[in-house]
DNA sequence: CTGAAAGCGCTAACAT
DNA sequence: ATGTTAGCGCTTTCAG
């Protein structure tokens, strides 16, 4: 069964024609005649024929590839847990497909830190997306500089020479604390960690929608982004402080769903106690219980437009940074 | 700052050397003195000089690069949401980078239906790594028989021509009846749709415990497996049936999750009332409240080991399937 | 220990 | 409308 491999010059021969023609009929280039071209594409169908993408590659000096580079804070190397994250992923993935190109998944550990080198001299992708801002944005900078095609999911509100795609997370936080206060919150909390850029946003609107609201009396709970250590800082809190606090806005899901854990096991009622709001609207808002109202980042919408940026770009176009638009979902929980 | 694109024979000229010594230099090739070597990988450090991966590749006919092909059941182009399934993919991308290839994220919509000729003949990747057997298994026996270098993630007890790693899904099912009726269920219900080759194993391994349990009253709910769809049958069920089932054991954690919102909201207690089993032990098990007994995956195992018998593949050696071990997490929801 | 040169399979400029 | 051919940048055989 092992097929031989057919080159581009056997499908010629096969077809009677020479390879420049076969390499233009496989491409559907209208120099050919149709009937050829037809001829051709089905031989190659019949024989299973692929064209060797690397020394396409080599020749065309690109590579119709978009590496996504996930761009994780830990120092360790790890798995990415977050399913907020890999959902955006997944839609980029979609997204990427749809326009014909491939999807490099990788990350600083493969890419090093000359990221331009390791992917567009190395001939590895045509462009890159960036997945996350996290802390230090040192190299995102620098591969930017070197004029390396680069599109970032991040804060759209970052002051840089690169093109950022993301949510509004100033309004998402404004309209968390307006709701917050509207269900009859006077304290509400902030629980995340405003170092990275899309929370200080989030924390940013936070803190003005309830200024605005005239509530003055908000607090900020730093943790790590991640349920454990919301509902380790919880319950700690509760332990200490005790229930100080009639609201939560969480940075993310994952964080309001630990942070409800340690309340429901305390037998502080969800929402009549707390009111609590989270952000992203994972899958698992909707099923957990209550239920969790949260700001909704529109996922799809985001792979669709990191893909466009990129391909704008890789067309030397000028593009610029935009602002997806977000929507509180209200359930149970507030 | 666009730095113009070093090529091997312009670093060569740079460190006084031929393109051969270079080439083999960057190789740590040891037919090339030590010191003429370190000279010129310090050359090639200094000006952020990158191999043409295209022009490698075409050469060396091999390319590096392994691909993960996502085999999702859906007819229609869908993103992934199943945090398990993006855990899986996670570890194998570890385990890949560990090994110094890189990974190509594929789905069956940029594969086709010719596995082989597109990844292999394509050189797009030296190896593929299918993530999910699904109901249908024909493509991936066309490319095991055409003999690409192929391991898939499912169930191990698979009769089948390829390799197969996955978890002891039958032990999973017995382990979780008997956990169940250990804790009092006379009536246990396994949730899911034994159409999937693993999901079977699941349903075979709770039928086999419970009846050497003695118990014989079990009940099959068939479903689609999201938890949306979990949620919506417990609800029907107990509408039309009443709580005619004292144990659910759920095919995946979503699953579970689902039909515990449904259980929680009609006020039936868990575990007083049912007590629930999941699978997977994704993250929001340990979150959930109350947090949800299941049976652990190893994920990170299985990333290992995918790619280690991928490697060994390609290199020429037979490997045959293998099953990971699971355990039962106790926790609250039994 | 190092260099010269062939050739991987494709595409496109330049014939015809 | 199609064919001839150069060359993309690398690795490796063969020759020193």
Redesign the interface.
């Known amino acids: ?3 031989k ?2 080159k581009l010059a056997d499908l010629a021969k096969l077809a009677g024609v020479s390879t420049s023609t076969a390499s233009r009929a496989l491409n559907d280039n209208p120099l050919i005649k149709k009937e050829t071209r037809e001829r051709v594409q089905k031989l190659a169908k019949e024989h ?8 396409s ?2 020749r065309l000096q690109k ?1 119709k590839v978009i590496a ?1 580079l996930i761009n994780l804070d830990s120092e360790t ?1 790890q ?3 977050d ?1 907020f994250l ?2 955006v992923v ?2 980029i ?2 997204a990427v ?1 749809r326009q014909g190109y ?6 600083s ?2 890419a090093g830190t ?1 990221w ?3 992917f567009i ?4 992708a045509d462009g890159v997306i960036v997945v996350g801002q996290g802390k230090q944005q040192a190299l995102i900078d620098k591969a930017a ?3 390396m095609p680069l599109v970032v999911w991040g804060d759209p509100k970052t002051d840089a020479d690169y093109v950022v795609v993301g949510s509004d997370n100033f309004l998402g936080g404004e309209l968390a604390a307006e709701h917050l206060i509207d269900k009859g919150s006077k304290n509400p909390m902030f629980l995340g960690d405003p170092a990275h850029a899309e929370l200080s946003e989030r924390y940013g609107g936070f803190c003005a929608g309830a200024e605005r609201a005239g509530v003055t009396a908000t607090q900020l709970l730093k943790i790590d982004i991640t ?2 250590a919301a ?1 380790d800082a919880i319950n700690h809190k509760l332990r200490n402080d005790g229930l100080d606090f009639d609201g939560i806005f969480a940075c993310s899901d ?1 964080v309001a ?2 942070a ?2 340690a309340l ?2 305390r037998y502080v009622s969800i929402p009549n106690d707390v009111h609590v709001v989270g952000f992203d609207d994972i ?2 808002a ?4 209550p ?1 969790l109202t949260t700001i909704r980042q529109d ?2 919408q985001a792979g669709e437009l990191l893909v466009k940026k990129l391909l704008a770009q890789l067309s030397g176009q000028k593009v610029s940074s935009s602002q997806l638009e977000i929507a509180l979902i209200e359930r149970q929980s507030s």
Chains 1, 2 share one sequence.
């Open positions: 069964m092992p097929h491999k057919l299973n024929f692929s064209l060797n993408a690397a020394a590659r080599l590579t996504v190397e798995s990415i847990d399913p890999l959902k997944s839609d993935n979609l497909n491939e999807l490099l998944l990788s990350n550990f493969m000359d331009y080198g390791y001299d190395g001939r590895r500089k070197a004029g349920s454990q509902y994952m769903l630990g409800m854990k429901k096991e899958a698992m909707d099923i957990s219980f239920s996922t799809r």
